[in-house]
Each structure stands twice: as C-alpha cells, then as structure tokens.
C-alpha cells in the first residue's frame, strides 16, 4: 500500500463507478474488494452497461454488502438491445440494491452503434429512469451537443445524476452544474496531459463532486498503465485535494456526502 492509500484509509470514500465484473477481476475480486476497505472506500458502485453486466453486477451487490449495483445501456452496446431487454432492466431495477440507471448517453468518437440510433435508445432510457426514479449516469464522449439537448428535453429529473468520467473543461462543467448534476472525477485528472480537466476541477465546488476510479480503466499515477481497481481513488482524491487547496480529508467528506444523497446510500 503507498502512502496515500495508507493516508486515504483513515477516511472514507465511496468509488461511484467500476465494473467489478469485468473478466479483469476474475481470478482475483475478493482480494481487490478487500484492497479497497483496507484503502478507506468504503461503498463501490458497479455500473451495468448492458443486460448481462447488470445482472452480474447485482449478482455482486448481492454478495459483497459494500457494493451496489446500476442497470442501463451503454451506447456501444445499444444496438445489440433485444426484445424484452429493457422489460428485464426495469425488473432487476427493483432491486433495493440497485441506485442509478446507466451508463447510458452517446459515444460519437467509437461509434459502435450509429449516432442515430444511440439518441433514440439514450432518450428512451433517460424516460425509463425518470419512471423507476434512479439518477442517471452519463457517459458523453465527443457528444456533448446532443447529450445536453435530449437530457433537458427530458424536462424535470427529480432523482438528478452525473456526468461519469468527466473530462471537459470549464465551461463544459458549468453546463453540468447548470443541469443540477453532479460531476465525477477519474484518474485522468492525475495524468500530465489534463491541466485543462484540473483547472475545470478547480471551479467546481466540492459539493458537487464525485469520485470514481472507472476500474479497471484510467488507473490513475502513479498506476497508471496497470490494471485499475477501487483502492485507487485514494490518488484521485489526493489529486482533487491538490487542485482544490483543501485537505484529502475534506476532499473524502464532501465527496462520499456527494454520493450518499445522490444514490441514497445508507450511512
């Protein structure tokens, strides 16, 4: 354990997004989720992006009690939908275990499915989680025009969400904030190349901040380029604490405060 996951374990975070069930873990999960409470993360949230991976994640949820799961479809797999698949997600919805709807939103950088069809399917879903009252998660690569337009044509979304992963500048942030969402951090932010991402970080308030590790991608400095995890999120964090002039500590109480009243966690 370095010294800011040593640091990190004497507060508490809450990872809001990973995907736990990725064959990543495979051979070694009870050891990464043990990583993570030794490190101080005291919830993860792993994230569905599709039917099969939310069922597992819940399946998850269900085993681990520091886990919690998401349903929802990501836009690379929105073409792959089948009949009956949105009827299942609102079911395993019902899940008290279950506390948000995504990664859903538009991806025009891979494009896996067409632009056209990620709109129709990512509107849809935004109406289907206004129904079950779970917050959104956002996924919006390259897309930003559009993600924008179809949530605000959703009108009034009481259960609020997030821009996942976020990687924009400044004035994109506050088109978020503006939006009443939160705003949650990767380890990009840790990364040389992100001076504009750190500066977007430094004008958001630490209200309206979340932390995720993406795990197992964006493993953040100085892990970069090895396999992410939620124990992580303690160079996150630090990064933030960095960029905001305050305390890891501070960093920790805002942001697992954050997430706790955005997914309704107990606590």
Not at 62 to 89: F, I, K, M, S
Not at 139 to 145: C, F, L
Not at 170 to 186: N, T, W
Request: glycine fraction near 8%.
């Amino acid at each position: 354990m370095t010294a800011e996951e040593k640091q990190a374990a004497l507060v508490e975070f809450i990872d809001t997004h990973c995907h736990l069930d990725f064959p990543d873990y495979q051979g070694d999960l009870e050891l990464v989720i043990r990583r993570a409470e030794q490190a101080g993360v005291r919830e993860m949230i792993s994230v569905g992006i599709d039917l099969d991976t939310s069922r597992k994640a819940l399946e998850l949820a269900r085993r681990w009690p520091g886990v919690y799961a998401t349903v929802g479809v990501h836009p690379h797999h929105v073409n792959e939908v089948g009949d009956g698949d949105y009827q299942a997600l609102r079911e395993l919805a019902e899940h008290p275990k279950v506390v948000a709807y995504g990664e859903i939103g538009l991806d025009y950088v891979k494009e896996y499915s067409p632009a056209a069809q990620q709109r129709e399917h990512f509107a849809a879903q935004v109406e289907l989680a206004g129904e079950l009252k779970l917050p959104l998660i956002i996924h919006d690569r390259e897309a930003h025009a559009d993600t924008m337009a179809i949530l605000r044509a959703a009108g009034e979304l009481p259960a609020g969400g997030v821009m996942h992963c976020f990687s924009g500048d400044s004035v994109l942030a506050r088109e978020v904030l503006d939006l009443g969402f939160y705003i949650s951090i990767p380890g990009v932010v840790t990364f040389k190349s992100a001076a504009t991402l750190g500066e977007a970080v430094g004008m958001i308030p630490l209200e309206r901040l979340l932390l995720e590790t993406d795990a197992p991608f964006l493993a953040p400095v100085p892990r970069r380029g090895k396999r992410n995890e939620p124990a992580y999120v303690a160079h996150i964090a630090a990064k933030v604490a960095e960029l905001k002039g305050c305390s890891v500590e501070e960093v920790a109480r805002h942001t697992t405060a954050n997430a706790r009243r955005l997914f309704r966690l107990p606590g």
